[in-house]
């Protein structure tokens, strides 16, 4: 039910800090363009050669702690209490976190991405560009990218939320994170953390929103013939942002929902049309040779570096970048994805949470990056030189056009984008709102007035994103939220140990208030 929005106060300590750092970036963007997107350029290659290593840690330990959860005895604990139930049925999980971790990612990096890492991969894996070893790698590694690391990281954050609100009884914010790790309540530590987390969400959800831009940009020009520009990125950044807002202000269980569905009945829509209009035998077997290729190197994926070679920046713009995002989105999507887990044990909830949209992810860019390594290796389609003269969001509509009903499923690609994007800004905005506001439970919506500002926000930055340095400004942006990021991400991957502990040693898995108390707070509750 939704909370009279009266009630909340505004956590002015967060939401001022947050605002005015986030209106300087906006400043910047504006008046020192090219700067801005130089510096932002830049940050790509700082990060990866000093911090590389570091990120690349904390992936690993993402896979590793899920998988301890789910062999262990941990994986018992049922979000909620023994007698909880689930909230939303199976569908409405899957779509939501499917779609909720997706945004424009998958649509833009995992269609652009293969055909880089076939004509300029890594020196580490040691292949020669435009080879058959390099597309088997280049399909393998997109798939990897967009699997397991990053659902790990968004499923052991939204874990540690789920317990400490739906089991501990505390408020969905770090201020709960501080307090249980403490055993009191640190304002200016809480402050620190959640104007961290505000800045760092507001320039991933820009940089999400500043990749759809380009790749919705790229449609409108492939299907209409209107060239890319700032004034076409200007009216589609308006008509998204006003889409994603109205969506966001509606709820959960209305906008979000809806969404989501749509989403994913066309998301099948395209492979099905995928599958049939295209070489169906070269995708089955590029893709099977590319997951027999993840699963013989799947930890040194996740550690690739430019080690003896410094000249090598494919580790800093590709792996390094795509951990740095996801630990951006972790927490924050954590927060989302522990309002779908009640009900369910925490074996449950990381399975699903991590299993289902890898695998709907590797069978996506399965797909796809095999209609993109077969266009370009048989000549169907210059698909690198078209992204060398157009830019990479230009790479699906090209391969997608050259199939029967190309300008048909063109649209239906364009129209998927933009649902796609709605998907991850709608509850992101939501979880903006509700870090700067005080004591959001997790069952509330958060204040209407908050999340339209919030909207604004990254709606205004993603343009300038766009118009300072497309694709590079995106990355070097997604650079400095994930550094900010590690050490918030990490704490709520500690944490999960403490929390899961203590309530395995309570007979129905809830902690900090008995079951008594917590029952006659309800009751009050509702009385009022």
């Known amino acids: 039910m939704r909370k009279n929005e009266k009630t909340y106060s505004l956590y002015k300590a967060v939401f001022i800090p947050a605002i005015i750092i986030l209106t300087v970036e906006i400043i910047f963007g504006m008046f020192f363009t090219e700067n801005f997107g130089a510096v932002l350029n830049n940050t790509i290659y700082w990060v990866g050669d000093n911090f590389g290593w570091w990120i690349n840690i904390l992936a690993i330990l993402a896979i590793i702690f899920a998988v301890c959860f789910v062999i262990f005895k941990y994986g018992d604990v049922r979000i909620g209490g023994e007698d909880a139930k689930p909230e939303y049925t199976t569908w409405q999980w899957v779509s939501i976190t499917t779609c909720g971790g997706i ?81 009191r309540k640190i304002p200016w530590l809480t402050t620190i953390v959640q104007v961290f987390a505000v800045f760092a969400l507001a320039s991933g959800v820009s940089n999400s929103m500043g990749a759809g831009l380009l790749q919705i940009g790229a449609g409108i020009e492939s299907v209409f013939h209107i060239p890319q520009g700032n004034m076409v990125w200007l009216l589609i950044a308006v ?72 000249q090598d920046s494919w580790p800093s713009e590709w792996t390094i970048t795509y951990w740095n995002a996801f630990i951006i989105f972790a927490p924050v999507i954590g927060m989302f994805l522990a309002r779908l887990g009640k009900g369910r ?63 048909f499923i063109q649209i239906v690609f364009l129209v998927t984008v933009i649902c796609s994007f709605v998907t991850l800004a709608d509850p992101m905005s939501s979880v903006l709102a509700t870090l700067c506001v005080h004591d959001q439970q997790i069952d509330d919506e958060p204040p209407t007035k908050v999340k339209i500002l919030m909207g604004s926000i990254v709606t205004t930055v993603s343009y300038l994103l766009v118009a300072s340095g497309g694709s590079d400004s995106v990355k070097g942006l997604l650079n400095i939220g994930g550094l900010l990021m590690t050490i918030p991400m990490l704490w709520l991957f500690l944490e999960n140990f403490r929390i899961s502990g203590n309530l395995l040693k309570k007979k129905n898995y809830l902690g900090e208030l008995p079951k008594e108390s917590s029952t006659l707070s309800q009751k009050i509750k509702k009385a009022k």
């Not at 408020?171 to 249980?180: C, D, I």
């Open 103 to 183: 945004g424009v990612g998958l649509l833009f990096w995992a269609m652009g991405e293969p055909i880089y890492h076939f004509m300029t991969p890594p020196v580490a894996p040691g292949v020669e560009a435009g080879s058959r070893e390099a597309a088997i790698f280049a399909v393998s590694q997109t798939m990897f990218n967009w699997s397991f690391v990053q659902y790990s990281m968004y499923a052991f954050c939204g874990l540690a939320f789920a317990l400490l609100t739906y089991n501990s009884k505390k408020s969905l914010s770090f201020g709960s994170l501080v307090e249980h790790s403490f055993n």
């Open 239 to 310: 008509f998204v942002g006003a889409f994603f807002i109205i969506s966001s202000v509606t709820g959960i269980s209305k906008g979000l929902t809806k969404v989501s569905s749509i989403t994913m009945v066309l998301l099948f829509f395209l492979l099905g049309y995928a599958l049939i209009f295209g070489d169906a035998r070269f995708i089955s077997k590029i893709s099977t040779e590319a997951i027999g290729n993840l699963m013989d190197n799947f930890w040194s994926k996740i550690t690739y570096n430019n080690t003896m070679a410094p």
């Open 345 to 407: 044990t925490v074996r449950q909830f990381l399975l699903f949470n991590i299993l289902v949209p890898s695998t709907f992810c590797i069978i996506w860019i399965g797909v796809f990056s095999g209609m993109i390594m077969k266009a370009q290796s048989s000549g169907l389609v210059d698909v690198w030189a078209a992204v060398q003269e157009l830019g990479m969001q230009t790479t699906i509509y090209q391969v997608l056009g050259s199939m029967p009903g190309g300008t």
